[in-house]
């Protein structure tokens, strides 16, 4: 198995930017897709974004596209989630995942970090 733990998370102003970053350790981490995504209170979690095992295909969430990047360095057990022109509406804990496959479904990730907060600011 793999273990996920995020960092990066704070407090930002509306239009600015975060990049969140979750180091794995454990089991292989370049045999994982590694996907991100984010939860408000009372709400499902919500696919933000997944990147393949060599980081060469990337999807993500249509809230996402042309403001967030996901990349990662398999050398150093990493993936990121560069996200900048950041809303209010982004408020929201991201958490990182594990998986086989590029789903884009919370139930079909196998590992969990334990999330960060990310608060931005109107």
């Known amino acids: 198995q793999v273990q996920l733990v995020e960092s990066g998370g704070g407090l930002v102003q509306a239009g600015g930017s975060l990049r969140l970053s979750c180091a794995a350790s454990?089991?292989?981490?370049?045999?994982?897709?590694m996907g991100w995504f984010r939860q408000v209170p009372g709400k499902e979690r919500e696919f933000v974004g997944v990147?393949?095992?060599?980081?060469?295909?990337?999807n993500y969430a249509d809230s996402a596209k042309g403001r967030f990047t996901i990349s990662r360095d398999n050398a150093k057990n990493t993936v990121y989630l560069q996200m900048s022109s950041l809303k209010p509406e982004d408020t929201a804990v991201y958490y990182c995942?594990?998986?086989?496959?590029?789903?884009?479904?919370?139930?079909?990730?196998?590992?969990w970090g334990q999330g960060t907060q990310v608060t931005v600011s109107s």
């Open positions: 995942a594990a998986a086989f496959q590029m789903w884009r479904r919370s139930q079909d990730y196998n590992y």
């Open positions: 454990g089991r292989t981490f370049s045999d994982y897709v």
């Open positions: 990147v393949s095992r060599n980081g060469g295909i990337r």
